[in-house]
């Protein structure tokens, strides 16, 4: 059974950086694509960033040019370099993935930019 658990997450000032990491275990097939949405409270789950296998990625126009999303050397692992970050980015961020037509979720790390 495939899992991905995430880490990185904390508490940082506004215009800081966090990295995320979100690695995988279970599986030897590869997920993709693979990467981040996040879930602010009081709204609903929103997409942040993914990379396909290909190398192909997405961004959320609140992002573009802030976040980077970028793939280990180890299978099935991706990072979220988070720079200038913003007190409406805080959310609890959550590792997303795709294998065999079966989307998975992490357990979510959460992000906390204050003022």
């Known amino acids: 059974q495939a899992q991905l658990v995430e880490s990185g997450g904390g508490l940082v000032q506004t215009g800081g950086s966090l990295r995320l990491t979100c690695v995988s275990s279970?599986?030897?097939?590869?997920?993709?694509?693979m990467g981040w949405y996040r879930q602010a409270p009081g709204k609903e789950r929103e997409l942040v960033a993914t990379?396909?296998?290909?190398?192909?990625?997405q961004y959320a126009d609140f992002v573009k040019g802030r976040f980077t999303i970028s793939r280990g050397n180890a299978l099935n692992t991706r990072y979220l370099q988070m720079n200038d970050l913003q007190p409406e980015d805080t959310a609890v961020y959550y590792c997303?993935?795709?294998?065999?037509?079966?989307?998975?979720w992490g357990q979510g790390t959460q992000v906390t930019v204050s003022t």
């Open positions: 990379r396909e296998s290909t190398g192909v990625t």
């Open positions: 997303w993935g795709r294998v065999w037509g079966r989307d998975l």
């Open positions: 279970g599986s030897k097939a590869v997920i993709s694509p």
